[in-house]
């Protein structure tokens, strides 16, 4: 059975702290993605990555940076949190062409940042 | 820029009845490939049914189908006999057939009546 998880289901974080969020896959995936989903804006993509050490911007990078070092972890990094980073994050993985294979999501990590 | 839109952010539905989730996307592409996405409360995004955008037939996964429009750039989805276990934010989301982003719409929450 396919399996994305996510290192914690809920997160309370300090402004300024650095953050990490962790995603593994076990399915060996080629691709790996982060989301951060907001009500009301949907699935916003932050970083996704298509190999090893191989990272691209998404739709909202800022404040965020990622790290692959192998092939079934993909890393979601907050260098100095703040209040507007407050969302549900998710991290999907899927096999290459990205296009032809769907997504598998993990269960989702809610940070709130104070 | 290519988009996908979902007009109706909430719905509700009688148990047992029929309803039809509507989605527009805009691409200058010619093959590419269309999802819908569930994800029921407090659990995990999965696929619901697929489309490539080259086949004429649509998709269908027992109560689920689609009614996919290329020329009008529409995929809806049609849950027959809703269930309350169909209760759930769903995502229409789109993918170019090449190793590239999905992107989401901002999603329809649907409510099941008993």
């Known amino acids: 059975d396919v399996k994305v998880t996510q290192s914690s289901r809920y997160l309370v974080k300090r402004t300024g702290e650095k953050v990490f969020l962790e995603c593994v896959q076990d399915?060996?995936?080629?691709?790996m993605f982060w989301y951060r989903q907001d009500p009301g804006l949907g699935l916003r993509l932050i970083y996704f990555s298509y190999d090893v050490k191989m990272k691209e911007k998404g739709d909202i990078p800022e404040g965020y940076s990622v790290s692959r070092e192998k092939k079934e972890r993909f890393s979601l990094i907050l260098e100095s949190a703040s209040t507007n980073q407050t969302s549900m994050y998710l991290c999907?993985?899927?096999?290459?062409?990205?296009?032809?294979?769907?997504?598998?999501f993990g269960p989702g990590t809610r940070l709130t940042v104070t | 820029a290519q988009t996908v839109t979902q007009s109706q952010p909430e719905m509700s539905v009688q148990e047992a009845e029929t309803v039809t989730l509507s989605c527009t996307y805009d691409t200058s592409e010619s093959d590419y490939y269309l999802f819908w996405y569930k994800q029921p409360p407090s659990r995990q995004m999965i696929l619901v049914i697929r489309q490539e955008a080259y086949k004429q037939q649509n998709a269908t996964e027992n109560r689920f189908s689609v009614n996919f429009q290329k020329a009008a750039k529409s995929f809806s989805l049609k849950i027959s006999d809703s269930q309350l276990g169909d209760a759930a934010m769903y995502f229409c989301a789109y993918s170019p057939n090449r190793d590239d982003k999905i992107i989401f719409g901002k999603g329809t929450r649907l409510h099941i009546l008993p």
């Open positions: 399915m060996d995936h080629e691709n």
């Open positions: 999907a993985s899927s096999k290459s062409p990205q296009g032809v294979y769907e997504q598998y």
